[in-house]
């Protein structure tokens, strides 16, 4: 089982930065792929990006290639959303995930942290 929480989101300018933190817990951590989804108001809720612990592999949302970089630390058991040059559109709840390698489906999620962007 993992547990995550979200922090790091805020009201930000477009064109802005803001990094997003998701702390995870876990026996075994390192079996998980971990994901940022967001959901604006009205909208289901899209994949945004993802990191496998072990090895570091990363995919992308199209939506967020070139702008957004997902990364982790192993030694804060920390996954990261660098989310530069943003845009009105990217204004939203932004939920951290949790899968296990051999699923598709993420089992485990944060509350989500709210990321408001002012044009």
């Known amino acids: 089982q993992v547990h995550v929480v979200e922090s790091g989101g805020g009201l930000v300018q477009a064109g802005g930065s803001l990094r997003l933190s998701c702390a995870a817990s876990g026996r075994t951590l390192f079996t998980y792929v971990m994901g940022w989804f967001r959901q604006a108001p009205g909208k289901e809720r899209e994949f945004v990006a993802s990191i496998w612990w072990s090895g570091g592999s990363t995919n992308y949302a199209d939506s967020a290639k070139g702008r957004f970089t997902i990364s982790r630390d192993n030694a804060k058991n920390t996954v990261y959303l660098q989310m530069n040059s943003l845009k009105p559109d990217d204004a939203a709840v932004y939920y951290c995930?949790?899968?296990?390698?051999?699923?598709?489906?993420?089992?485990?999620w944060g509350q989500g942290t709210q990321v408001t962007v002012s044009s």
């Open positions: 995930a949790a899968r296990q390698q051999s699923s598709y489906r993420y089992d485990y």
